[in-house]
Every structure is written in C-alpha cells, then in structure tokens.
C-alpha cells in the first residue's frame, strides 16, 4: 500500500506558477512511476504527465508540455509537479498517482493509488 498526499497547491495570477508536491509513504517509491492528473469542475479528470522509476522516461500531455515539468526525488520519496506559465485552463484539482507497472499510460484507471488532491486557481 501506497499512501500519496500533494501539496503546494493554491491561488496564482495566470502567467505565474506553482509548483505541486507529492509525498509517498513507501521507501519502495523509488520503483513506482509516478503520474499527475487534473480534474476540472464539470470535467472528465485528465492525464497531466508521467515519470519512470529512475526519471529516465517522462510523458506530458499536449496542453501542458513546454510549460510543465515534472521531476522526482527518490531520496525524499517526493514527486514534483512544476506548473509555469499558468493559464486560467490550468485551474483543477490535482492529483498525484502511483503504479509499479513502467509508464502505465494517460490512463487513470492504469494507476493503483492516488492523493486526495490539491486545488489549483488560476486566476485572469
């Protein structure tokens, strides 16, 4: 079992950024990939990006890539979610999520546990 608690999110003029962490409860962190979603209100949630294991891998979705960046200390257990250039589009809860299986895809369901979720508001 994997436990998942986010952090860092909050309020943000658009073209500021934020920057979203997720903590891990297992020392085995360093063997999951970790992913990010985003679930706006009225909205279906949304693959966000995907780290591998050792950070060799990285995917993003097409609205975020060359804006956000995800990275990972395996040290900390801690996966990292930096949003820059922010956009009023960006405002959701995001979440954070684990899977052992190698880049699980965009796929929710494909990820066996997931954060309770931090709320990000962009601001116009």
């Known amino acids: 079992q994997v436990q998942l608690v986010e952090s860092g999110g909050g309020l943000v003029q658009a073209g500021g950024s934020l920057r979203l962490s997720c903590a891990a409860s297992?020392?085995?962190?360093?063997?999951?990939?970790m992913g990010w979603f985003r679930q706006a209100p009225g909205k279906e949630r949304e693959f966000v990006g995907a780290?591998?294991?050792?950070?060799?891998?990285?995917d993003y979705a097409d609205s975020v890539k060359g804006r956000f960046t995800i990275s990972r200390d395996n040290n900390k257990n801690t996966v990292y979610l930096q949003m820059n250039s922010l956009k009023p589009e960006d405002t959701a809860v995001y979440y954070c999520?684990?899977?052992?299986?190698?880049?699980?895809?965009?796929?929710?369901?494909?990820?066996?546990?997931w954060g309770q979720g931090t709320q990000v508001t962009v601001s116009s």
């Open positions: 999520a684990a899977d052992r299986k190698f880049m699980p895809g965009k796929i929710g369901s494909n990820y066996s546990y």
């Open positions: 297992r020392r085995t962190f360093s063997t999951y990939t």
């Open positions: 780290t591998s294991w050792s950070s060799g891998s990285t």
